[in-house]
T-cell receptor, first 113, second 115 residues
Framework: EPEVTQTPSHQVTQMGQEVILRCVPI?????FYWYRQILGQKVEFLVS????????KSEIFDDQFSVERPDGSNFTLKIRSTKLEDSAMYFC???????????FGPGTRLTVL | AQSVTQLGSHVSVSEGALVLLRCNYS??????LFWYVQYPNQGLQLLLK??????LVKGINGFEAEFKKSETSFHLTKPSAHMSDAAEYFC?????????????FGQGTILTVHP
């Protein structure tokens, strides 16, 4: 069964460093998403991506964040200068159509020291 | 704008007992509603969804949910709990066809099943 994969599973970085979180969505899906979950809090929407551009973003998704689909399979989230409060589990998701269910990856736990 | 409230951050039931996880939503447009389950160290897995068809929705693993517009609720039920149902459950809402699929989640309910 096709699934969304994410790498790495755990990333530890120093404050101020850049990190790139990687995701491989399901191959025939067209809509891609990033969510995050700070420990003990809700899963929060960050950004949606369709047709090689951002379709919607939350107020969390400021200039420190960017997304890219560098090739036909990968979907990345970059945080340019990490802050302590960026420590969270980051989930990638994809869907075939925007009204269809989203399939989630296992997440990347980002720890900023 | 959409929002979701899950009543009860922890629910504990005995094996074989009814499972009831509560979800209330707020939406300015007809919503799409979802229940996801998360097992330890895994991603979110879709249990079921409501997308404006039948109000009683059946999902995987014997779960079902009923959309009640008058109560703005989408509670999740299972007649008989199994030990393997122990997990965290998330209710989520999207703005249906008017959005690009952004999901707004509740805070989650941890279900514990006792033997």
């Amino acid at each position: 069964e096709p699934e969304v994969t994410q790498t790495p599973s755990h990333q530890v970085t120093q404050m101020g460093q850049e990190v790139i979180l990687r995701c491989v969505p399901i191959s025939n899906h067209l809509y891609f998403y990033w969510y995050r979950q700070i420990l003990g809090q809700k899963v929060e929407f960050l950004v949606s991506f369709y047709n090689n551009e951002i379709s919607e973003k939350s107020e969390i998704f400021d200039d420190q964040f960017s997304v890219e689909r560098p090739d036909g399979s990968n979907f990345t989230l970059k945080i340019r200068s990490t802050k302590l409060e960026d420590s969270a589990m980051y989930f990638c998701a994809s869907s075939e159509r925007r009204e269809y269910e989203q399939f989630f990856g296992p997440g990347t736990r980002l720890t900023v020291l | 704008a959409q929002s979701v409230t899950q009543l009860g951050s922890h629910v504990s039931v005995s094996e074989g007992a009814l499972v009831l996880l509560r979800c209330n939503y707020s939406s300015s447009v007809p919503p799409y509603l979802f229940w996801y389950v998360q097992y330890p160290n895994q991603g979110l897995q879709l249990l079921l969804k409501y997308t404006s068809a039948a109000t009683l929705v059946k999902g995987i693993n014997g779960f079902e949910a009923e959309f009640k517009k008058s109560e703005t609720s989408f509670h999740l039920t299972k007649p008989s709990a199994h030990m393997s149902d122990a997990a965290e459950y998330f209710c989520a809402v999207s703005a249906g066809g008017t959005s690009y699929g952004k999901l707004t989640f509740g805070q989650g309910t941890i279900l514990t099943v006792h033997p």
